[in-house]
């Protein structure tokens, strides 16, 4: 690979297009042009300047993973966080351990309160047609001997899965502030490549 | 030296730098490769990062003979946030040192 300023700043743009706004990648941009320039006047040549830079690609994956994180920040959604928390994972190997295994075990703990709670919520009706039918003679399945007791189950039950879908919800918000948190955290201390410099 | 010892330590360098003169990022990308031997790049989007948390600023100043620098200035929050961080940063290097050279009275 060409070590000249021409290729770094090809390779930052080409890994930033289409994530960073045009103008917020002209100013990052600009620091590493400005960068060469000054050092070409201060007498290194193009190639030692790329070198004691770092791999272009390294740093475009750490601008990238920054802004998503941001971005996810700023207007919360599930495609924001997932493409903040992908970006994060490209900054090194470990972050499969440290990013991957922790998001997945949150977004399954989450479904998992969720589907309980849409379980209960839905099974408090039944369980009131039940024990009305019961009420009414009809003979269905007898899950209770009283069936008054089992209209007020039906509507405890339903009022617990409600609560716990609530609640889910609120949990998510949680772990969506400790989430951004941590990856900017992550992001401060990773690095690309682990066995440079 | 580990890597992620570096970058950890990496702000708080970019932040003292800052808070002895403003600096261009040529400039203060040789103050700390000078000392601490790390990829040089990281430090841009490090202040960038530092830009969009309000920690400092930036302003362009011609330069003598030629087009002009991008300098960066730390704002009133990004010195207290450099006070405060330096001072946690000698307490813990104190009590690292003291636990590597193994005296025992720093317990009490």
Same mark, same amino acid.
């Given at each position: 690979?060409?070590?000249?300023?021409?290729?770094?700043?090809?390779?930052?743009?080409?890994?930033?297009?289409?994530?960073?706004?045009?103008?917020?990648? *002209?100013?990052?941009?600009?620091?590493?042009?400005?960068?060469?320039?000054?050092?070409?006047?201060?007498?290194?040549?193009?190639?030692?300047?790329?070198?004691?830079?770092?791999?272009?690609?390294?740093?475009?994956?750490?601008?990238?993973?920054?802004?998503?994180?941001?971005?996810?920040?700023?207007?919360?959604?599930?495609? *924001?966080?997932?493409?903040?928390?992908?970006?994060?994972?490209?900054?090194?190997?470990? *972050?499969?351990?440290?990013?991957?295994?922790?998001?997945?075990?949150?977004?399954?703990?989450?479904?998992?309160?969720?589907?309980?709670?849409?379980?209960?919520?839905?099974?408090?009706?039944?369980?009131?047609?039940?024990?009305?039918?019961?009420?009414?003679?009809?003979?269905?399945?007898?899950?209770?001997?009283?069936?008054?007791?089992?209209?007020?189950?039906?509507?405890?039950?339903?009022?617990?899965?409600?609560?716990?879908?609530?609640?889910?919800?609120?949990?998510?918000?949680?772990f969506y502030r400790i989430g951004i948190r941590y990856l900017?955290? *992550?992001?401060?201390?990773?690095?690309?490549?682990?066995?440079?410099? | 030296?580990?890597?992620?010892?570096?970058?950890?330590?990496?702000?708080?360098?970019?932040?003292?730098? +800052? &808070?002895?003169?403003?600096?261009?990022? $040529?400039? +203060?990308?040789?103050?700390?490769?000078?000392?601490?031997?790390?990829?040089?790049?990281?430090? $841009?989007? +490090?202040?960038?990062?530092?830009?969009?948390?309000?920690?400092?600023?930036?302003? +362009?100043?011609?330069?003598?003979?030629?087009?002009?620098?991008?300098? $960066?200035?730390?704002?009133? &929050?990004?010195?207290?946030?450099?006070?405060?961080?330096?001072?946690?940063?000698?307490?813990f290097a104190a009590s690292v040192n003291a636990l590597l050279?193994?005296?025992?009275? &720093? &317990?009490?």
């Amino acid at each position: 690979m060409l070590q000249t300023e021409q290729e770094f700043i090809r390779i930052l743009r080409s890994r930033l297009e289409g994530t960073l706004p045009e103008e917020e990648l *002209n100013d990052i941009v600009s620091d590493y042009a400005e960068h060469f320039r000054i050092g070409k006047a201060d007498g290194r040549s193009e190639e030692e300047l790329f070198c004691s830079l770092g791999s272009p690609d390294d740093v475009a994956r750490e601008i990238r993973a920054t802004h998503l994180v941001k971005k996810a920040e700023d207007v919360k959604s599930c495609k *924001n966080i997932f493409h903040a928390m992908l970006a994060t994972l490209g900054l090194g190997l470990f *972050n499969l351990v440290f990013v991957l295994i922790p998001f997945i075990l949150l977004v399954v703990l989450l479904l998992v309160v969720f589907l309980f709670g849409i379980v209960f919520a839905i099974a408090g009706p039944a369980a009131f047609i039940y024990s009305v039918l019961q009420i009414l003679g009809i003979p269905a399945f007898a899950i209770w001997q009283s069936p008054v007791a089992g209209v007020f189950f039906s509507i405890g039950i339903t009022t617990f899965g409600l609560l716990l879908v609530i609640g889910d919800y609120y949990l998510a918000r949680f772990f969506y502030r400790i989430g951004i948190r941590y990856l900017k955290w *992550n992001i401060s201390v990773i690095t690309g490549t682990e066995d440079e410099a | 030296m580990n890597i992620q010892f570096k970058k950890g330590v990496l702000e708080i360098c970019v932040l003292s730098v +800052l &808070a002895r003169k403003d600096c261009y990022g $040529y400039e +203060l990308v040789g103050e700390i490769s000078k000392r601490i031997d790390i990829s040089e790049g990281t430090i $841009y989007p +490090l202040l960038h990062r530092l830009k969009d948390v309000g920690y400092v600023t930036t302003y +362009l100043q011609e330069s003598a003979g030629g087009p002009s620098r991008k300098y $960066y200035r730390l704002t009133e &929050a990004g010195r207290k946030e450099e006070h405060e961080q330096k001072e946690e940063w000698m307490r813990f290097a104190a009590s690292v040192n003291a636990l590597l050279e193994g005296k025992n009275d &720093a &317990a009490d």
